[in-house]
């Protein structure tokens, strides 16, 4: 069973920047295609970005494309989310997801194909 711990999340300015890390229990996870996913308050929750299991490839919400970018260090077995240019719909918990070899639910990164959840980590971006 791999265990997944996000960190990175916080409080920012509209415009501003934050890092998202996704850490595993198990260098198994360098076989996982992992995902990231938020939840606004009273919302469902929503795919943001996904990974393939040799990082060769990515896939982002329309929403943010062009300003978050995923990646994996296999060394350290774990995947970031850079996040740049943040806005206040940004705001909401945002979970790591992780399910073995399965780079094809990166397509609709629908959240019941990922078996592996971590506890979640709170962005806020507010002035």
Known sequence: QVQLVESGGGLVQPG??????????????NYYTVAWFRQAP???HEG??????????????DS????????RDKAKSVV??????????????????????SDRVCGSMVKDLFHHWGQGTQVTVSS
């Open 16 to 29: 501003g920047s934050l890092r998202l890390s996704c850490a595993a229990s198990s260098v198994l996870f």
């Open 48 to 61: 943001v970005s996904c990974i393939t299991v040799r990082g060769s490839r990515a896939r982002y919400a």
């Open 80 to 101: 970031l989310l850079q996040m740049n240019s943040l806005k206040p719909e940004d705001t909401g918990i945002y979970y790591c997801a992780g399910v073995y070899d």
């Open 42 to 44: 009273g919302k469902e």
């Open 64 to 71: 943010v494309s062009g300003r978050f970018t995923i990646s």
